[in-house]
């Protein structure tokens, strides 16, 4: 039914560039807000950036300046550019799917870890 697969993740060196992924299906994505977030070990989990129906995007400062979210609404990907990674940056990153009356969807997760 409802799927939201992320892809893109992998060990990166510190100062390097990663796209992450997410591809959506059961969902009428272009109705939908999507998001990134991530999880570090015995971190909460956090919103990385947002992006509603309408375009607008909303950056956590911890990485606004070197990430972009954009999404293709006639493939039903949301991607997240990163570029200069740091250590800190390493943890799980979920794509979410959030729709008024309809919740959040989330997907499994894609490992990024950041070498120093």
């Known amino acids: 039914q409802v799927q939201l697969v992320e892809s893109g993740g992998g060990l990166v060196q510190a100062g390097g560039s990663l796209r992450l992924s997410c591809t959506a299906s059961g969902i009428i994505f272009e109705l939908n807000h999507m998001g990134w977030y991530r999880q570090a070990p015995g971190k909460q989990r956090e919103s990385i950036a947002t992006?509603?129906?309408?375009?607008?995007?909303n950056y956590a400062d911890t990485v606004k300046g070197r990430i972009t979210i954009s999404r293709d609404n006639a493939k039903s990907t949301l991607y997240l550019q990163m570029n200069s990674l740091k250590s800190e940056d390493t943890a799980v990153y979920y794509c979410?799917?959030?729709?008024?009356?309809?919740?959040?969807?989330w997907g499994q997760g894609t490992q990024v870890t950041v070498s120093s």
């Open positions: 992006m509603t129906p309408g375009g607008r995007i």
């Open positions: 979410n799917a959030w729709r008024a009356g309809v919740g959040s969807r």
